[in-house]
């Protein structure tokens, strides 16, 4: 099969289309034509090194897909060739074919394209797990994401909102905290210059938020835990701001709050299949009604994968950067 290719010589990794074998089917695979992959920021760590896959997963790049079935695993019941998936992925996306979990995968609703279905798995199921299911956002509450103009945050404000929920964003620039507040954020914050903690005070009536996703982690910390109303939950999910930090661990007894750290990809099979599954139950009927959809920045052929790199770590984007495959 082609896929790309990391050449990590240089100072720089360069991405190039190339030949690797095609991956084998499992009993509980699904063997997917690759239509479509997409963007996540855990890709660029990977492709410089700093992110190795997981045991068992291919090293080739790629968190998720969308696509058609081309071969069912011996165990497979309820997918047949030609049905279209969108799937979550161990590693493997930036290529023509891949082999995944059928737990980990859900049929592509009508109305999406390979292209849009691509940008969903990741985003939407990291948002559901982490806000929905390990901090248990209340139908109503209120939730604080940074980086509102990420893949995560599209996804966040859109699940969010869909709750009933009040979500407070924040963002590099006006015009991103505008297409936020477009998407259905009610405040959005520009981090160059307002006061996020400020923000989820006045936006909750002074009680704080219930819970606060964060994929910044260190520089936020101290702020993060102010901005959480008592019981709050924090769910760290990124280290884009440092990782080393300092806390005052009596504000924690004292208001009652947690701290969860959290990954997706290194997780089970078994364990993605209950998200992918609780995503289903709780939000699938939204996404095929259109209620709930990923938010396309831009759509780019697969050999440009190095471009959508460099789109995604200048982020130039707002929402999802998407690989078509074929
Ligand atoms: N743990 C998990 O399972 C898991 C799963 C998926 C993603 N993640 C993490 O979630 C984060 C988002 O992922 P993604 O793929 O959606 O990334 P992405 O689209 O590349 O977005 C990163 C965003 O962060 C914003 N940002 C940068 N510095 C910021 C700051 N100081 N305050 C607020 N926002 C800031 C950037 O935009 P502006 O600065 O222009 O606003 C950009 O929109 C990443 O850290 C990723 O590793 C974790």
């Not at 002074?206 to 939950?233: M, P, T």
């Not at 009652?256 to 009927?285: C, D, H």
């Not at 050999?303 to 959508?308: F, I, L, N, T, V």
Request: net charge negative; hydrophobic share 45%; proline share 5%.
């Amino acid at each position: 099969m082609r896929a790309i290719l990391v050449d990590a010589s240089g100072e720089l990794p360069r991405l190039a289309l190339g030949e690797a074998p095609d991956p084998e089917l499992v009993p509980s695979g699904l063997r997917l034509r690759v239509a479509a992959t997409a963007v996540n920021r855990a890709d660029l760590l990977q492709a410089r090194g700093l992110y190795p896959p997981p045991p068992g997963a291919s090293p080739i790049l790629g968190l998720e897909c969308a696509g058609e079935v081309l071969e069912t695993g011996s165990d497979v019941s309820g997918w047949r060739p030609g049905d279209r998936a969108m799937a979550l992925l161990p590693g493997g996306g930036y290529a023509t074919q891949v082999v995944v979990d059928a737990g980990s995968a859900l049929r592509v609703p009508d109305r999406l394209t390979f292209e849009q279905a691509a940008a969903v798995p990741e985003v939407f199921f990291t948002v559901f797990l982490n806000v929905f299911q390990l901090a248990a956002f209340p139908e109503g509450g209120a939730a604080l994401v940074h980086g509102g103009g990420s893949g995560i945050g599209t996804a966040a404000i859109q699940l969010v909102k869909h709750a009933h929920g009040t979500i407070v964003v924040t963002a590099g620039s006006e015009a991103k905290c505008a297409r936020c507040r477009a998407l259905g954020a009610d405040v959005a914050v520009n981090y160059n210059e307002g006061d996020f903690v400020a923000a989820c005070r006045e936006a909750t009536a002074d009680r704080g938020v219930d819970v606060v996703l964060d994929s910044i982690g260190a520089s936020y910390l101290v702020r993060n835990i102010e901005a959480l109303a008592l019981g709050g939950r924090l769910v760290l999910i990124g280290l884009m701001g440092g990782a080393q930090a300092e806390l005052n661990l009596g504000q924690l007894l004292a208001r009652r709050l947690s701290v969860i750290g959290s990954t997706l990809r290194a997780r089970p099979v078994a364990e993605k299949a209950a998200i992918v599954a609780g995503f289903q139950s709780r939000f699938g009927s939204a996404l095929e009604k259109g209620e709930i959809a990923p938010v396309v920045d831009r759509v780019l052929p697969l050999e440009q994968a190095g471009e959508a790199h460099r789109i995604v770590q200048a982020s130039e984007h707002f929402g999802k950067v998407v690989l078509r495959v074929a």
